[in-house]
């Protein structure tokens, strides 16, 4: 707290120039160490699954399994708008469009469609359709100051551009695999480099940030429509296939920080990069190339989540986790420096404020979180600190040794064969026990129980994931 009063100090006697003062204040450790929720936004009647502030940072907008999109005055605790999104399914991310009043919001959702919000002076909103996927969508970004430009990603491989003044989204180009041309990434996130437009970042079903140069798409140049410019993993992650990414942000300092499925968060620098094609670097190349920052203790394994920096010179790295708390860390040296209850279940989105040392946070819960550094003493991470993160890792292990449990293809076949034969005895509608005890017995033994048995009518088939 003292480098704080000698900031302050500083300020009084000219010794410092405003906003260089607010920002060293803004990215003390202090002010972290104080950050406690400052309430919770009701009103949806679902998972929350996006929270983003405006450009000004005085509104919040929401979106969630209910469909609906909240607009939020988010110091006074309430809301603005409620108007629903037109979208049929979750809605997954909701962002306000810079430059239009607050009155341009655009959405993404689980339906494939990518429409955009008009909200009127007497209070009322429309909505129009202006592009689909084959998919589900999980995110957008807009480049940065731009009242009209953004892309998409979805579930599908496909990453679009769209500019408001169109009437047209642009499909730019399907990510495939680099181990097979014909299987498509399916994508998770997107993100802008904040100091550089034309170049974004994406990340889904693989391992691999894959980095695009946009202007190489005005060349028109077909053979390298799905060539990324440069591409980035972690060196124990690479060919793996075990893994896959759920979230990117960049720094202002051009950094890339991406948090992978059940493993962890990564940043990295821009000369960390593979190349174009990382399946063809040499090892040679390996064994010299730098490991990038990691952070460690939570668990991203139920959710798509979302990772991000904080602070006004992104001196932090902050996370949900399935364990329901928010981590912060340090972005140097990847100390963790807090773990905040943040939900009954999971944190998913993590969204910091523009401006100041705030954040909104949400999960599975149906209420938005708020922070702000207002506890008057210095918070210190939990008592069960320890017992959390070694959990969050036991978690990781077991489901690291069942992914690594194949089925040849014989096994499979089997599988197969036993269920069509309970099919065939079904629609006879003349069960015979001894052979349903005789495949259940099989099963059991390749690792596949009675369904009805084990999990009850109603279980969901596509829970059994074979890999």
């Avoid at 077909?222 to 972690?234: A, E, G, K, L």
């Avoid at 890339?256 to 620098?269: A, G, K, P, R, W």
């Amino acid at each position: 707290m003292a480098s704080c009063f000698l900031e302050v100090g500083r300020r009084e006697i000219g010794c410092s120039f405003p906003r260089a003062s607010s920002r060293r204040i803004s990215g003390s450790e202090h002010i972290v160490m104080r950050m406690t929720q400052y309430g919770k936004l009701r009103g949806h009647d679902g998972c929350v699954n996006t929270v983003s502030f405006n450009p000004a940072g005085d509104l919040l907008v929401s979106g969630s399994d209910d469909t609906n999109i909240i607009l939020w005055d988010w110091l006074a605790k309430t809301k603005r708008l409620v108007y629903p999104s037109g979208h049929q399914e979750n809605v997954f991310h909701a962002r306000v469009m810079p430059f239009t009043d607050d009155n341009t919001i655009v959405t993404v959702a689980a339906d494939g469609q990518v429409r955009v919000g008009r909200l009127k002076e007497d209070g009322e909103a429309t909505t129009k359709l202006v592009g689909e996927h084959d998919s589900r969508v999980h995110k957008m970004a807009i480049e940065p100051g731009s009242p009209y430009i953004f892309y998409s990603c979805g579930e599908d491989g496909l990453v679009q551009h769209f500019d408001l003044r169109s009437d047209s989204a642009t499909k730019l180009f399907t990510c495939y695999s680099f181990l097979n041309d014909r299987r498509r990434v399916r994508l998770n996130s997107i993100a802008i480099d904040p100091q550089n437009p034309y170049y974004f970042s994406i990340g889904g079903s693989d391992e691999y940030v894959r980095l695009y140069d946009m202007r190489r798409f005005h060349l028109d140049d077909s053979r390298n429509i799905n060539q990324p410019v440069d591409t980035f993993c972690p060196k124990h992650l690479i060919k793996g296939g075990k893994v896959h990414i759920t979230g990117i942000a960049y720094s202002y300092a051009r950094e890339i920080l991406v948090s992978y499925n059940d493993e962890l968060v990564y940043l990295f620098q821009n000369n960390m990069g593979l190349g174009p094609n990382p399946v063809a670097v040499q090892q040679e190349f390996f064994d010299t190339l730098d490991q990038p920052q990691a952070y460690s203790g939570h668990r991203n394994y139920r959710t798509v989540k979302g990772v991000s920096f904080f602070g006004p010179n992104d001196e932090y790295v902050v996370s949900g986790s399935d364990c329901g708390n928010v981590f912060i860390w340090r972005k140097k040296g990847g100390e963790l420096m807090r773990m905040m209850n943040g939900d009954k279940s999971v944190v998913n989105c993590i969204e910091p404020h523009p401006h100041f040392p705030f954040m909104a946070t949400s999960g599975i819960d149906k209420t938005v979180k708020l922070w702000t550094p207002a506890a008057k003493k210095l918070m210190s991470l939990p008592k069960n600190a320890k017992e959390i993160i070694a959990s969050n890792e036991r978690g990781r292990e077991v489901d690291a040794s069942r992914a690594e449990v194949t089925l040849s293809s014989d096994v499979i076949m089997h599988v197969l064969r036993l269920h069509r034969r309970q099919s065939e005895l079904h629609r006879e509608n003349e069960p015979a026990a001894g052979d349903f005890a005789s495949d259940d017995d099989e099963a059991f033994y390749i690792g596949f129980g009675n369904a009805e048995r084990d999990q009850g009518e109603n279980s969901d088939p596509r829970e059994c994931i074979v890999t």
